[in-house]
């Protein structure tokens, strides 16, 4: 077995032990926000902050006890999302349709999926998708001179030219970023960014000089998951016949303790059976036999109490 493989399998089944005995879920808050009514991402004292605002939101909700927020995307003072995601665990079977509160002071919770715990996440992401728009009375450089110069600053390479005193004394500066120019916006995507880097691009681009424009213009537009992060996601299954009779294995009928479940999610590792706490030892059965058969048909398998 090609050792690449049999080491994926191992950390799948470590990751499966480490669920199965494990009251947390991890979560995905999908959200956007108004830059323009926060000075800044990570809490600050005296400061309005988009992690603050988003606790609190959950505050508003009920929803407590919580582990410290991961964020897909850390934006600058002023930097508004139309997506971002933050990451977090929680001992809870949470729904999108529970949340009496969505929006809060500029901030909004678009969606909520489930997925596993104890991630570390800003490495399940692949890419961010940023647009600086500029009022195009400010621009100085023209439409063929920025185009060139997108072309140019484009690619795999050390962008430590473009970063602040911080980004500077980072260890690794190499990123993978590309940039264009569409009506008048300036389109940038990549796997990672230094700090102050997309505005600071921004500027010498559209006006070549190396300092950082305002905030206020830029907007991350969306992030994408690596490929790992997509698997470990936990989707709905409408309906346990699609796991079960279509595989011929067993009928409905001949293993009763299914009418217990209340809801079913699969990832592409392992499927959750969602039962009542009461339910939940006569579901497994004596020594696990009733879990035991339902592996030889859907695989890898979690029982979880709502």
Known sequence: MDL?????????????????????????FFVKYDGKKFDSFDENPNK??????????????????????????????????????????????????Q????????????EIKRTVPFLEFPEMIKKRYYIYEYPEKLIKNDDKKIELICEKVSGKKDFSEFTNKKGKQLKEKIREIFVSYKNKKLYFSGNKFLPQQVRIMSNFILNDKKSALSGKYLTLEKVEFADEMKKLIFEKVEKFEDLFCKKNYFEKNEFE????????????????????????????????????????VVGNVVVKAL
């Not at 690449?4 to 995905?28: A, D, P, V």
């Not at 009496?100 to 909004?108: C, R, V």
């Open 48 to 97: 309005r902050s988009v992690k603050l605002e988003f606790k609190n939101l959950l505050l508003k909700n009920g929803i407590k006890n919580f582990s410290a927020i991961q964020q897909a995307g850390r934006t600058d003072a002023f930097v508004s999302a139309k997506e971002n995601v933050l990451y977090l665990n929680l001992k809870k079977v949470l729904d999108f349709s």
């Open 257 to 296: 303790e299914l009418e217990k479940i209340q809801k079913i999610e699969k990832n592409a590792y392992f499927t959750v059976f969602f039962v009542k706490n009461k339910d939940k030892g006569q579901f497994i059965g004596k020594k696990g036999k009733n879990i035991k058969k339902i592996k030889k």
């Open 4 to 28: 690449k493989i049999k080491n994926l399998e191992n950390k799948n089944y470590e990751n499966l032990r480490k669920f199965e005995n494990t009251k947390y879920f991890g979560y995905l």
């Open 99 to 110: 949340l009496k509160i969505k929006k809060i002071n500029g901030l909004e919770i678009k």
